[in-house]
């Protein structure tokens, strides 16, 4: 369990989260839906003690990870734009993440081709980066970060760049992913597919998190209550 004790979290004079109190459950994919400039990546960076300097505590089964080293966290977060190696392929890129995490050779060889045949990347793991499309980096990008393993992954707009063939894809590893352990966080725009996986949707409005459950709201809903979209 992740406990969110009164976060908060200011640019300037804007207020972007306001004393948030909330507890992410396991066995549980939340859906993170809110306005441009909302604070969704704001609240996902803090969680990874990215972003440090704000108020309140986050607890992980108790324990306070504000002091915890970045490198220490029991959290993955995989971002929405692809940072890869340009003069790596695909398979390279994996190896080399699986290296740095310590975990052997053949272990790193049976994760990697679990994840390339989920992620039906089997085709393009030879290939440099500048050689596949945007939504083949994605998927790329998606399984390097699933390389780590963790019980608390966090994903900031996991189907940009997605066909809707791929869309389907990574919404089923999602779904293959959850276990009565583990807590999946979705940050998207994407409200059908987040229908499709979440048990919660999280929808940020005013710097506070408020919950429902997919399905008791539509989208016309959901738009109504998030507002206006805006840059920030």
Known sequence: MIQLDSISKSYGDKKVLN??????RTGNIYGLIGRNGAGKTTLLKILMRIIRNHEGNVLFHGDNINTVDILNLPFVFIGDTPVLYQDLTAREQMLFICKLNKISKEEAIKKIQHLAKQLKLEEYMDYYPRSVSRGTLQRINIAIGMLRESNVYFFDEPFITLDPVQVDTVEQMFLNHKS??????????????LETICDKYLILKDGQLLEFEPGTLDRKQITKLIGDSYDS
Request: net charge negative; no cysteine.
């Open 19 to 24: 004393g948030i109190t909330f507890e992410f």
């Open 180 to 193: 009565t352990t583990r807590i999946q966080i979705i940050s998207s725009h994407d409200l059908d597919s």
